[in-house]
């Protein structure tokens, strides 16, 4: 399967009660994921806007950064990420992300269930 970018949902809003406007590139999504995983997206912050606090129960989330700079709080420690670095939230854990830098912070984000 083939899937062209034409074909890519995307979505513009708040996400988690963070600041600002956040787009989110549904690459692989639904029946496709066939119940393994609940999100396959690409994510672009803007400068200064972030993705507010939220926690994961029955899954994992990675991270995969592909450029820019930003702030991670994962489970309390506040740490600095760029291209290149993945983050890696377990189930029963929480983290909320951030753009600190002065281009967009963009990674690919995978939810996968427990």
Do not use: W
């Not at 753009?99 to 996968?112: K, P, Q, R, S, W």
Request: proline letters at 1%.
């Amino acid at each position: 399967m083939i899937i062209r970018k034409s074909q890519i949902r995307v979505d513009e809003s708040n996400l988690k009660n963070g600041r600002g406007v956040v787009k989110r590139e549904f690459i692989v999504e639904g029946e496709n994921l066939r119940n393994k995983a609940k999100l396959f997206s690409k994510i672009t912050i803007p400068k200064g806007n972030s993705i507010g606090m939220h926690d994961h129960v029955d899954d994992f989330e990675i991270y995969y950064i592909l450029s820019g700079k930003g702030k991670v709080l994962d489970n309390g420690q506040e740490v600095e990420v760029s291209e290149g670095d993945a983050i890696y939230t377990a189930d029963g854990n929480k983290h909320c992300i951030e753009n600190i830098g002065e281009e967009d912070l963009v990674f690919i984000a995978t939810v996968i269930n427990e």
